[in-house]
């Protein structure tokens, strides 16, 4: 999967999480403005960790070395 499609599969997880949120925990608008809140850090900080580990195996700092036996 490219790196596009996963970001936009994360963008409709938060969505749908956000939604989820909503509805199940409806106690007034303070508390639906904060639990919005934490889906949304949830989500962008599950993606950015997943970027970052992605983004890193493209080019890695270091190169293996192979000896003349393998």
């Known amino acids: 999967m490219g790196f596009v499609l996963t970001t936009l599969i994360f963008a409709a997880i938060g969505i749908i999480a956000s939604l989820c949120a ?5 106690k007034g608008p303070s508390a639906n403005l904060f639990h919005l809140t934490l889906v949304i850090t ?23 070395i192979l000896s003349e036996g393998e």
Do not use: D, G, K, S
């Open 22 to 26: 909503r509805i199940c925990c409806n």
């Open 42 to 64: 949830a989500t962008i900080c599950c993606w950015l960790m997943w970027a970052i580990v992605y983004l890193a195996q493209m080019n890695p700092l270091i190169v293996p």
